[in-house]
């Protein structure tokens, strides 16, 4: 453990694989459910109708990205699951931030009698009667607020405003401009600090429970979000089924996910534990200079210790990875179901990007390069079971499409420097 922790003191990068991983078949019977996702993927078809009517980009309502099939060898079938091309905001924040904020709509609106959902028959309105003016002029009497890199408040920021929630988003000084102009376009109250996330979100979390008509989405905390991210398991599996691909413990599936403070890789390898079972295995990639989950996970003290408090800075040109401390809800429910994590030097991040551009024309941001890296460990055997013909590599591109086209092509020149 010491080697690890010193070699990330000294932003060099780590492999490190969990050796308190359980596999499925090996946990207790009584282990609690972290969160329903069967009451997830119920709720996000119920509001199918309404994105369908705010967002018609969205034909059949349902907020999904396309798992597009790389190359294979005689490791495997790579996959790119590309959620940098999720409808609405772009990012695999629009699994659990819209989620989140659909859910508050639903139970306003329904508190309200504005809106009728029976959980125990299921029956219910159309939800697309909440896309309504009266609604919205309901909806425009309660805020949401969230402290974010970027991402998450692009997600929350957009739907909160296409309901008619009042939205304040608290952006850390690693966000990008273009998030902030972005959002300001859109009507949302963007609220700058010269600090980091950590510091963005406190703020955040204090001016909303100071007022009891504000909901704060709470990236360190929140089961919300992580329910949402976790209905991916449920999907990826439709995707995989639909090609005809199996995954089991002879058929095994190597999952690669860029981590910030945990939420959505936490909540997607949460999902896809429960929906695939054996044969299974999730690593998280972190910049060299913010792996807050690594070091939460190796020292075992999980939220409780930050990268500051190895001496490291927490600045990274992966933006959605620039996090100091970990959630303490995800590193715990990591401890046991986390293959491993890795970390990479930012000066990777561009290669990997132009990379991937020049094979298949898809662009992804910096932040989710950081999963490309997780191959080579995986490849070359340093994990075992190690892959085979028979195994795929799923590799989370987490965002990307929004990036403005000059954006783009300043990344990509630097990646083919
Ligand atoms: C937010 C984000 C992540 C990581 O998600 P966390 O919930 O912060 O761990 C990864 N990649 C991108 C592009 C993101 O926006």
């Known amino acids: 453990m010491a080697d690890y922790i010193d070699k990330m003191a000294n932003y060099e990068e780590i492999f490190w694989i969990n ?16 969160v329903d996702i069967d009451d997830a993927e119920a709720r996000l078809a119920r509001f199918a109708p309404f994105i369908r009517r705010m967002f018609p980009e969205v034909e059949d309502g349902i907020i999904e990205s396309p798992l597009t099939a790389l190359k294979s060898n005689e490791d495997g079938r790579f996959f790119l699951k590309q959620d940098s091309h999720l ?32 959980p125990d028959t299921g029956e219910h309105d159309d939800y697309a009667k909440l896309g309504d003016p009266e609604m919205k002029e309901f909806f425009s009497k309660y805020k949401v607020a969230v402290g974010s890199t970027g991402n998450l408040g692009l997600s929350i920021g ?30 949302v109250t963007v609220v700058e600090y010269p600090d980091d996330y950590e510091a963005a979100v406190a703020q955040g979390r204090r ?57 959505a890789p936490g909540g997607v390898a949460y999902g896809i534990r429960e929906t695939f079972g054996e044969g299974v295995y999730c690593f998280f990639a972190e910049p060299t200079h913010a792996p807050c989950m690594a070091l939460g996970l190796i020292s075992g003290k999980l939220n409780s210790i930050a990268v500051g408090d190895i001496g490291i800075d927490g600045k990274t040109e992966a933006d959605g990875l620039a996090v100091g401390r ?30 991937l551009k020049d094979s298949t024309g898809i662009f992804i941001e910096p932040s989710a390069c950081a999963a490309f890296e997780g191959l080579k460990y995986i490849c070359d055997g340093a994990f075992a079971p190690a892959p085979d013909e028979k195994s795929i590599h799923v590799i989370w591109a987490t965002g990307g499409n929004m990036v403005p086209e000059e954006e783009k092509i300043a990344y990509y020149e630097r990646g083919k420097k």
């Open 19 to 34: 050796p308190d991983f359980v596999p499925p078949a090996e946990e207790p019977q009584n282990t609690e459910k972290i």
């Open 87 to 118: 409808p609405i905001s772009g990012s695999i924040k629009a699994r659990g931030g819209i989620y989140e904020v659909l859910k508050l709509a639903e139970t306003l609106a329904v508190e309200a009698g504005l809106l009728h959902w029976n």
């Open 158 to 187: 957009i739907i909160s405003a296409a309901i008619g929630f009042e939205v304040t988003v608290h952006m850390s000084a690693d966000a990008r401009q273009w998030k902030k102009d972005m959002l300001r376009s859109k009507g």
């Open 207 to 263: 001016e909303a429970q100071a007022d009891p008509t504000c909901h704060f989405v709470d990236d360190e905390n929140s089961l919300d979000l992580f329910a949402g991210y976790s209905v991916a398991g449920r999907r990826l599996k439709k995707q995989l089924d639909a090609l005809g691909v199996t995954v089991d413990e002879e058929h095994r599936m190597y999952v690669y996910l860029p981590c910030g403070v945990g939420g």
């Open 326 to 355: 970990p959630s303490g809800l995800v590193a715990k429910a990591m401890q046991t179901r986390l293959s491993g994590c890795f970390t990479v030097d930012d000066a990777k991040l561009y290669p990997y990007l132009a990379g």
